[in-house]
Structures are given as C-alpha cells and as structure tokens.
C-alpha cells in the first residue's frame, strides 16, 4: 500500500512559480512509478508528468515541457513537480499518483488507469 499526500499548492500570478510535494508512506513507494495529473473544473483529469523509479526517464504533457519538472527525492519518499512559467491555464486540483510494484525499467505512464493509488489533490490557482 501507498499513501499519498499532497502539498504546496496555492494562488500565484501569471509567470510565477511553485513547486508540489507528494510525500509517500508504505513500503512500495520505493518501487512505484509516480505521476501527476490535474483537473480543472469542468474538465476531465489529464496528464502532467511522471517518471520511472528504476530509470531517469520521465513524461511530460505538450502543454508544460519545458515548464514543469518531475522530481523524485528517495530518502525522503517524496516526488516533486516543479512548476514556471505558470498560466491561468494551468489552474486546476493537481493530483500526485502511485503505480505501485512497476517492474524495473518499467517506462514513465501517462494513462490515469494504470496507476493504483492516489492522492486527495492540492489547489493551484494562477491569476492573469
């Protein structure tokens, strides 16, 4: 079982930056493959980023490369999305989410379906 809390959402202007926690507790973090998502009100949950706990290979949505940047710190059990550049498009709840026991170099999943635990979600909220 994982268990996972979010953290560091909130308002920020057009341009700025924040950066989400997803702190993780259970044994099988160490082997989940992690992700992002996010849903904006009205919308379907989509797709941010994520990255393999067995390689450095990560995925990121068109709509953020070059802006966001998914992060893993082990020792901490915690993964990070890095957000700049930020945009009123990019409010919404964003979601930290666990592929728990991914086989090794399992690549990074952009499917909401393949990951088995999430997270309650954090606000973000970017004003123009």
């Known amino acids: 079982q994982v268990q996972l809390v979010e953290s560091g959402g909130g308002l920020v202007q057009a341009g700025g930056s924040l950066r989400l926690s997803c702190a993780a507790s259970g044994r099988t973090f160490r082997t989940s493959n992690m992700g992002w998502f996010r849903q904006a009100p009205g919308k379907e949950r989509e797709f941010v980023a994520a990255?393999?706990?067995?390689?450095?290979?990560?995925l990121y949505a068109d709509s953020v490369k070059g802006r966001f940047t998914i992060s893993r710190d082990s020792a901490k059990n915690t993964v990070y999305l890095q957000m700049n550049s930020l945009s009123p498009e990019d409010t919404a709840v964003y979601y930290c989410?666990?592929?728990?026991?991914?086989?090794?170099?399992?690549?990074?999943?952009?499917?909401?379906?393949?990951?088995?635990?999430w997270g309650q979600g954090t606000q973000v909220t970017v004003s123009s």
């Open positions: 989410a666990a592929k728990s026991g991914s086989r090794w170099f399992l690549p990074p999943q952009s499917i909401a379906g393949e990951y088995d635990h």
């Open positions: 990255e393999s706990w067995s390689s450095s290979n990560t």
